[in-house]
């Protein structure tokens, strides 16, 4: 088995991130009904399912989008800091990316753009957690510094996993 691999599954194992991000997700999910949803970083396929991907919590009658910078993947490509949507989007879910975005001030600006008025964007990002996807993981953020990057959004609501000093990783909600 592959070292990296081991230390992020005994990471998922221990501090329980993919339950806290689903049951984060489901919750949210289960209000959302006929809207256009866009997933940044909906990830690779394991044996055919994506397994990283919050589309199967959604209802069908959504419109999913699911994209990744990764070509292989099979989805749409989207490198958020280049993309140029305006107003387009009722959700935005960015699974797990920010940390690995060098540009990140411009990637939120630009998931703000492409949110219609009263759209949310949804952020997980792992705050306690091994170092991955080398050499491309740049950032941890804290809830203070969440809040200063999306002070432009109306809403924000903002859960941790593990306790509020010793954070695993952040669920949140911004609403345009």
């Not at 329980?16 to 984060?24: I, V």
């Amino acid at each position: 088995m592959d070292k990296k691999f081991f230390i992020r599954s005994l990471a998922h194992m221990i501090f329980k991130l993919r339950p806290f991000n689903n049951k984060c997700i489901i919750k949210f999910a289960e209000k959302i009904k006929n809207k256009k949803i866009l997933e940044i970083g909906s990830g690779k396929s394991d044996k055919g399912k994506y397994i990283y991907s919050a589309k199967k919590f959604f209802d069908s009658s959504n419109e999913y989008i699911q994209s990744d910078i990764i070509q292989d993947y099979g989805h749409k490509i989207i490198d958020v800091t280049k993309i140029n949507y305006k107003n387009e989007f009722d959700v935005i879910i960015c699974a797990n990316v920010l940390e690995h975005v060098f540009e990140f001030h411009k990637a939120i600006t630009n998931l703000y753009n492409a949110l219609k008025v009263g759209g949310v964007l949804i952020i997980f990002i792992p705050v306690f957690y091994p170092l991955h996807d080398e050499p491309h993981d740049y950032w941890r953020f804290t809830e203070h510094s969440l809040k200063e990057l999306l002070k432009k959004f109306k809403e924000i609501k903002i859960k941790h996993s593990g306790i509020r000093s010793y954070p695993f990783s952040y669920y949140v909600e911004a609403r345009k």
